[in-house]
């Protein structure tokens, strides 16, 4: 860590060079219990507990360096002119001469996208990928209630079984979610992968209605429900990455 530490109080803003995982930026939340850092646009964010010190700060990261470095994200997702292909759009990224601060998402045909930058835009900077991030899954909400909902639908009904209620959400990490009351809710962020992805999503998510846990039985009923391959979609949706972040 760059500079020597001391003992006193972390400030929300805070910023660290870590000499082995880089940018750490600190936000002091009340309410935390522990430290929890994710990466984000390439550095470090990392939640702080009240009252903790620089040295605190020290001793965490090197309890999870290994853990941060098995994770750090892999280059960005982003290219000048590079179409992103996938099973249901695709997109591409149009650097403009003078486009300016805009960041634009626009629709070119049924399923296809050009996300709109200024050509002078770098866009390996954490602030510009992340406003292309945002037209990423501004393009994924815009196609998310065609492409998911009438297949998780079918996919119940071939099943037998009936959610209460169908919701939409934004999140990459959680991909689905079932309700104690049967609400099922399906990431935008599916409508990026393959079908046999968005099915076992699905599926897994269809199989909570019936074990509210990941117990034996619930493992046992939803590789039922995925025709025996629960493992082996289990693992390609681990290794997955969804384009934005």
Known sequence: MG???TSRAVVTGDVLQHRVLGEVRLTVRQSARRFVARWKGGVIQLTVPPFATMTDVAAALGRMQAGLLRHRPSESFYRFGEKMQFEQCSIVIVG?????????????GVSDFEIRVDSDVDLGDSAASAAVGRMVKAAARFLAPSVLLPRAKELAAEIGVRPRE???SQGR????RCSSSGVISLSCALVFMPGELRDFVICHELAHLTEMNHSERFHA????YCGGRERQLDAKLKAFKVPFE
């Not at 403009?96 to 070119?108: E, F, Q, S, V």
């Not at 990490?173 to 689905?176: K, Q």
Request: aromatic letters at 8%.
């Open 3 to 5: 500079g020597r530490l």
């Open 96 to 108: 403009i001469d003078g486009y300016g601060a805009r960041c634009t998402l626009h629709r070119t």
């Open 166 to 168: 169908w919701k939409l």
């Open 173 to 176: 990490r959680s991909l689905g």
């Open 221 to 224: 009923l939803c590789n039922h």
